[in-house]
């Protein structure tokens, strides 16, 4: 999908003017994790992730077994054969234990999509 730079978009109380400016802030947590291997609870950077997370899931009616728990970033496989390849991706974990991937990348393209809708519908 493509990243439209003209889309702002909110977490929490964060405003982001861009997507490209949102992709860089929830990377930059991915990346700060994904060296230190920690799990994210209990911080600024959980209740915005599960913000980003929650949200996501709701406008693509995406079932989770509850909120979040904690988050972590590992390798994700993407794509096939010649196509494919591994990232770095967030993963939301719950308190049945299940795990579930997600892409900040996607959510923060849903969330910005969503948003402009409801300026349209409200102007």
Known sequence: QEISMGKNL???DENFTT??????????IRDKYYASKQKITASREFDL??????RYCLYTNHQTPGQAISFYVR???RGLGKYGGTTQGFV???????????SAGKAIISLGNHEAQLKKSTS
Do not use: P, T
């Open 75 to 77: 390798d994700v496989h």
């Open 92 to 102: 939301a974990e719950f308190a049945n234990g299940e795990e579930i991937e997600f």
């Open 49 to 54: 992730l599960s913000d980003l997370y929650s």
């Open 19 to 28: 997507q490209k400016s949102a992709h860089a802030f929830f990377y930059s």
């Open 10 to 12: 909110n977490v929490l």
